[in-house]
Every structure is written in structure tokens, then in C-alpha cells.
């Protein structure tokens, strides 16, 4: 058996990363798809909170990050969002995990719903990826509708994502708050692409 100790192993190509075990290590993240008996904290999670409320039928665009205070915080700040347009992108690619859950209040026979929209040439054209919400025949009331998906973000100027609200009602609006996550997005990177 042979051991060899050293304090530093550089990369022979910085573009490569070094390979130990068939597990690839590059710019301090470790890129294997899977690896056993190997834990890592996440690299990225951010939230986002809908400020005010919306009863149009079109994408939510007046999110902001929570501040620190009490004790809420992210985990990098690798997802941004337009508040023109609504639309999440990314400064890092990855398989990212989103999570809409948006506080809905309705009135009578409205029909209101959401959205995750997905977008890989910069929203000339999209797909949409979830979508959750109730239709007609309900009284008033509110409800919190939730919707998920797994991006897989490939191209950081081009793969972005909205949250796209239907409401056809002006009685029916989609909640905001500046104080409180009451309709929020969470952006959660689950590894690398």
C-alpha cells in the first residue's frame, strides 16, 4: 500500500476541477450527481415575498427578498427576479427546486389560479411547467394554493421562470405584504445540472 501526504493538490486545468474516486471537485462544490457517505450543506436557498396585492390575470412581479429581521435569512443569492416582468433568473446553473405557495382570496363564481412558468430562450417562448388553483361555485373566501417544480437550469441568461396568477374577478386578488411571507416563492438548489 502506498500513501502520499501533501497540503495542497492544485488543478491541473482550472476549467476541470480534480476527479478523486470518480468524484469531481470544482470550485469548492463537489459535482458528482451522487455520492455515498458524503454529506454537503445546501449551496443555495432564497425566498421571495409577493409585496402587494395583485388581482390581474398576469405574472406576479412585485417580489422582494425577507429581510434578516428577526432571524430570516437565505443561503447565497444565486436567484434574482425583474420586478418589471416578474421573471426569476439564475447566476448559477443547477437543478433547483421551486415551491409557489400563494394566498388566494376569491369572491362568488371566480375562477383564479397559478402558475409556474418556465422559460429557456428568455420568455419568447415558455411552457408551463405546474399549476394549481379552483374554479367557479365556491362562497368567498381565501385559500393558500401550492405548486412545485424541478428546474433545470441550464443556460443562466436565457432559463428563467415566473409565477403567473389567472383571476377573472376584480373582487379576487392574489395576497401581498411587505412584513409577512404571506404568497411566497422559495428557490431551493438541489444539485448540479
Partial sequence: MSQ????????????NGVTVDGVLIKDGAIASTFITGLTSGLSSAQIFRLTTNTNNTTF????EAPDNTPAQGSIGSVVSVDTSTGYFSFSA???????????????GNSTISQ?????????????VFASKGFGAGYNSGA????TSAI?????TTNDKFGIYSICNNTNSFCQGNTDQNM???SIIKLGET
Fill in 183 to 185: 404568497s411566497m416563492v
Fill in 115 to 127: 402558475q409556474i412558468i418556465f422559460s429557456d430562450d428568455d420568455f419568447s417562448s415558455s411552457t
Fill in 93 to 107: 446553473t443547477g437543478k433547483y427546486l421551486v415551491t409557489s405557495s400563494i394566498l388566494m382570496f376569491y369572491h
Fill in 4 to 15: 502520499i501526504n501533501v497540503n495542497t493538490v492544485n488543478e491541473y486545468a482550472s476549467a
Fill in 151 to 155: 428546474l433545470d437550469i441550464q443556460n
Fill in 60 to 63: 406576479l412581479k412585485l417580489w
Fill in 143 to 146: 385559500k393558500a394554493v401550492d
